[in-house]
């Protein structure tokens, strides 16, 4: 089974600056999807960034860019230029290659970004 | 409003009490994911389905969990005799699924249920 470890349960960072998060998971699969999923308070989850793992180039939305190390299973994300609507709960998540699993997500357990003034 | 919506909001109930939450996907989307989040904690799978199919559940799923997606289009999630441990959010999500595989997960707002 996969899973995602997100050892980091808060982090916080002043405006305008930059903050990286961080993302371990396992797996024994080649092919999959990495996904950051933000939680703002009271609010639903919304995709911030995706990442197929066959690529080798790392996505960027944005003010939002990935460091992907495939060996390393390592999958953290780069806030550039905070914004105080960047606070939120930030989640990893995997996802199994669509024959396998019906595509359900693997999450990990979240860090709560704060994002001071 | 095109999202996915999820009703009701908030659920209270006492222990032992039956409760039912509908989720009303995007409309052209055909796979329907139900999700568990407990505090402090991500979401966890509980079940998913194909139009109406019913094709997976977790283990989480014990059997006073029941859903259903009647005719493909909403779905809903029963809990039976319900237990203090039962109280979490109750996340649904929907995508298309294309020939290419799926695409992204929208997820709804979510119902907070509260066992008393």
């Known amino acids: 089974a996969q899973t995602v470890t997100q050892s980091q349960p808060e982090m916080s960072v002043q405006e305008a600056e930059t903050v990286t998060l961080s993302c371990t998971y396992d797996?024994?699969?080649?092919?999959?999807?990495l996904f950051w999923y933000k939680q703002p308070p009271s609010r639903q989850m919304i995709l911030v960034i995706r990442?197929?793992?066959?690529?080798?180039q790392n996505a960027t939305e944005n003010r939002f860019s990935v460091n992907f190390q495939k060996a390393a299973k390592s999958f953290s994300l780069k806030i550039s230029d905070s914004q105080l609507g960047d606070a939120a709960m930030y989640f990893c998540a995997y996802r199994s290659p669509p024959e396998t699993s019906g595509s359900r997500l693997t999450f990990g357990e979240g860090t709560q970004l704060t994002v001071n003034p | 409003d095109t999202g996915v919506s999820q009703n009701p909001r908030h659920k209270i109930t006492k222990r032992g009490q039956n409760v039912t939450f509908r989720c009303d996907p995007i409309?052209?989307?055909?796979?329907l994911y139900w999700y568990r989040q407990t505090l402090g904690q991500g979401p966890e799978f509980l079940t998913y389905f194909q139009n109406e199919a019913q094709l997976e559940k977790s283990r989480l799923l014990s059997d006073r969990f029941s859903a259903e997606r009647p005719k493909g289009s909403f779905s809903t999630l029963e809990i039976q005799r319900t237990e203090q441990g039962d109280s979490a959010m109750y996340l649904c999500?929907?995508?298309?699924?294309?020939?290419?595989?799926?695409?992204?997960?929208?997820f709804g707002p979510g119902t907070r249920l509260t066992v008393l």
């Open positions: 409309s052209e989307h055909n796979r």
């Open positions: 990442q197929e793992a066959y690529k080798q």
């Open positions: 797996t024994s699969e080649s092919d999959y999807y």
């Open positions: 999500a929907s995508s298309l699924v294309l020939a290419g595989g799926p695409r992204e997960q929208f």
